[in-house]
């Protein structure tokens, strides 16, 4: 580069518009997308790591995502590429993958490729990328403001991670702003500006959630007001008002946005909520949509979702689209909110659906002959006896009568299930009626029930992160889910597992925050080591981090490892709490780690009330004094209140919640019942008399018992054979009682 050059350089910088020159260039510049830049995100770990794999931004304009790929050019040692999709072809495509070769080639090097607007590529220039993208030669950072689930082809999204940006909040959009007036180098830092704070709200208002906008209107503002006699520039709101009058409304009629809108219109109006359909309608209009297009979805929503519920719906909906068409604009826009409020207001039925339901058949099933009493008389009646048998209804009373119109392996078969809603609230008995006379007058044939199936994808990664859990069975499955459910979890949250062990809910909180982080504290530490085993099987930015420690040790052990400002999202955690002494002081510990309002979601098991094994078995045959002995010294077990494990119960553990001050508590009890294979090894367990570690055996807390003397061995060789008559190698109900707690961390944590 010459002087002439860099001159020339540095004067396209000075006059670029002020949302270029104030485009951040590091992570702490960046405002807004917290959900996915901020600390301890996937995205900000894989920037920071410079270990970036092919990404999508995918998102509204002005929310960041050039201006995040400009940052990920300003932090990583690749070499950084940008395209526009819009100018760009597929010779520019080859050029930037030839030189990518040779980069990595010659210096080891990677290439990220930047590619704006990655939606308007055609399916050819997409497929050229395709290869250097799957073989590793080029990173792709694609943005673009369409969902790429429809506007990229598959085989790329599928080797990219897809991020969501969203529209800058309020607070977001002031941030930038006021930035904007501060910085001498880049912004108006050397001007006198007196922004009005209610100028302010203006330009953030109208913006909406747009960075750009909010930029452009200011530098608008600022370079078109003279100072005043002291230098001032002074934006109230009349100049801001000028500067950006009309808010820009996030549509397109060919993309996204108009598909999301009218989804929304329709859901509300399927939800009969009157205000919300007139809001989405409004934004319609607004934008410019066709009323035409309109009232076209409005028409088939009046025969889908209200149906025979109001079969004047379609008529009223037809009169106001004929009445648009011959007033026009504005003043048709009355008959649009008409055609509206009438399907907002009126009663749904879906029922229309059965005719589907009868496609269905058709296509998969083979066809039913058309009974003979059904078939065209006017032609062959004499030489096949077509029609012979059939009933004229209107010959008879109610002018109606039982017979058979279905094939006849189709008999019994339903479609059409009247709904309880307005004008077919008074056909459905009827029709159930009919239906009942409809079965008797059948000859053959019986509606066959179908058996619904699936097949779970087949991806090595998905295999792996679907792991079985048929060792934990079961039980253990639905106490997973219903956790995991009361966390309310979102793709980017991080979130900690208070007790990971065998990664139960760990793998499955991986697969539920895919842009999110997964923090694994294990308590044991042979498990801590077999759960980093399986952790090495996935990829360096995807693991789980995993930590061995209990729950009060958790402060320290993140601020060793610099972590000490970590927040979670969420904590989650089965039996996490089963063997704390003090279980309120734990969770004081631990909820400064929860972000404020942050979720706890916890099943604890109440081993106070485990399955007595005295309940499995008649223990008759030993007598009614060592009977009596057994029962007392296996309540005992269950007795000490100074036990963590066993000495509380559903009311202690409310109680320590409630002191650390969990707010929305909700702590409900569940008793499940599963069924066990007792086998000898299990017996063996039950009655070993020497173990080593670890809590006492069944047989142990027996020979101990203080009740009456105790066990002797000899006595405790008659029980063990009284169990083993009756239970061996039988399959058992087994209860376990189970605490399921859901809360928050307060607002504000002290």
């Not at 509204?60 to 040692?77: D, H, R, Y």
């Not at 980069?103 to 490729?113: E, G, M, S």
């Not at 659906?353 to 269905?360: G, K, N, Q, R, V």
Request: proline share 4%; glycine share 6%.
């Amino acid at each position: 580069m010459d002087l002439f050059d860099h001159a020339r350089r540095e004067q396209i910088e000075r006059e670029a518009p002020l949302a270029a020159r104030m485009r951040p260039r590091t992570l702490d510049e960046f405002a807004g997308q917290e959900h996915i830049v901020g600390p301890g995100r996937l995205l900000r770990r894989a920037i920071q790591a410079d270990q970036l794999s092919s990404v999508i931004f995918y998102g509204p304009p002005g929310t960041g995502k050039t201006t995040l790929a400009a940052v990920i050019a300003n932090t990583t040692a690749s070499h950084f590429e940008t395209l526009n999709a819009v100018l760009a072809g597929v010779a520019d495509i080859r050029r930037v993958t030839k030189d990518a070769q040779e980069r990595r080639a010659l210096y080891n090097q990677r290439t990220i490729l930047f590619v704006d607007e990655v939606h308007r590529w055609n399916k050819a220039q997409q497929d050229a990328l395709l290869p250097w993208v799957e073989n590793g030669t080029v990173i792709l950072v694609g943005a673009t403001t369409e969902n790429p689930y429809f506007s990229v082809n598959r085989p790329l999204v599928s080797r990219s991670r897809i991020f969501q940006f969203r529209s800058l909040t309020e607070a977001d959009l002031r941030a930038i702003a006021r930035s904007a007036l501060a910085d001498p180098e880049r912004g108006y830092g050397k001007l006198k500006v007196n922004l009005h704070e209610q100028a302010l709200t203006h330009l953030v208002d109208v913006a909406n959630g747009d960075a750009r906008g909010v930029l452009n209107a200011l530098e608008l503002a600022v370079e078109t007001t003279p100072p005043d006699k002291e230098g001032v520039i002074v934006v109230d709101t009349a100049v801001a008002e000028e500067s950006i009058q009309r808010r820009a409304v996030l549509y397109d009629k060919d993309g996204d946005y108009h598909y999301d809108t009218i989804s929304a219109f329709i859901k509300s109006l399927r939800g009969s909520d009157p205000d919300a359909a007139l809001y989405w309608l409004a934004k319609m209009v607004y934008a410019g949509e066709d009323p035409r297009f309109i009232f076209r979805r409005m028409l088939i929503f009046a025969g889908e979702d209200v149906g025979l519920a109001d079969p004047n719906a379609i008529g009223v909906v037809t009169a106001c689209a004929e009445a648009y068409d011959r007033v026009g604009l504005p003043e048709g826009r009355f008959h649009l909110a008409e055609a509206v409020l009438y399907l907002a207001t009126a009663s749904k039925s879906n029922s229309t659906l059965a005719f589907f339901d009868a496609l269905t058949l058709v296509e998969q099933e083979q066809e039913g002959e058309v009974p003979t009493h059904l078939k065209d008389s006017s032609r062959d009646k004499e030489g096949f006896g077509h029609g012979q048998g059939y009933l004229y209804p209107h010959a008879f009373r109610e002018h109606w009568i039982a017979q058979q119109y279905l094939p006849d392996a189709l008999q019994g078969r339903t479609f059409y299930q009247p709904s309880d809603q307005g004008h077919e609230r008074g056909i459905r008995d009827q029709v159930a009626r009919r239906r009942e006379a409809q079965l008797a007058a059948m000859v053959e044939g019986e509606s066959q029930l179908e058996v619904l199936t699936y097949t779970v994808g087949d991806r090595v990664h998905d295999r792996w992160l679907q792991r079985t859990i048929s060792n934990a069975g079961e039980r253990l499955g639905r106490v997973r889910d219903r956790v995991l459910d009361a966390a309310r979890l979102q793709r980017h949250h991080v979130v900690l597992d208070l007790n990971a062990g065998s990664g139960l809910l760990t793998w499955e909180i991986l697969r539920r925050t895919p842009e999110g982080g997964v923090w694994a504290l294990v308590q044991n530490r042979d498990a801590g080591e077999r759960l980093r085993q399986q952790v090495e099987q996935l990829p360096d930015l995807e693991r789980p981090v995993v930590i061995v420690g209990m729950p009060e040790e958790l402060p320290d052990l993140l601020a060793l490892r610099d972590e000490a400002g970590l927040h979670f999202d969420a904590m989650v955690g089965r039996n996490a709490l089963a063997r704390l002494s003090d279980k309120a002081e734990v969770l004081r510990l631990l909820l400064p780690l929860l972000r404020p309002g942050g979720r706890l979601a916890l099943a604890e098991t109440l081993l106070k009330h485990a399955q007595r094994l005295y309940d499995l078995v008649d223990l008759a045959p030993l007598g009614d004094d060592l009977r009596q002995r057994v029962l007392e010294a296996e309540e005992q077990i269950y007795a000490n209140p100074d036990d963590p494990v066993v000495g509380w119960d559903l009311t202690d553990l409310q109680r320590a919640l409630e002191a650390a001050g969990i707010e929305d508590l909700a702590v409900e009890q569940q008793v499940q019942e599963t069924e066990i294979l007792v086998s000898k090894a299990t017996l063996d367990r039950w009655f070993a008399t020497e173990v080593e570690g670890g809590r006492p055996s069944y047989a142990q807390h027996l020979l101990a018992s203080p009740a009456r003397d105790g066990i002797t061995a000899d006595e405790l060789a008659l029980v063990r054979a009284t169990y083993e008559s009756q239970l061996a190698n039988q399959t058992i109900p087994w209860r376990t009682r189970l605490a399921y707690v859901v809360g928050r961390a307060p607002h504000s944590v002290t």
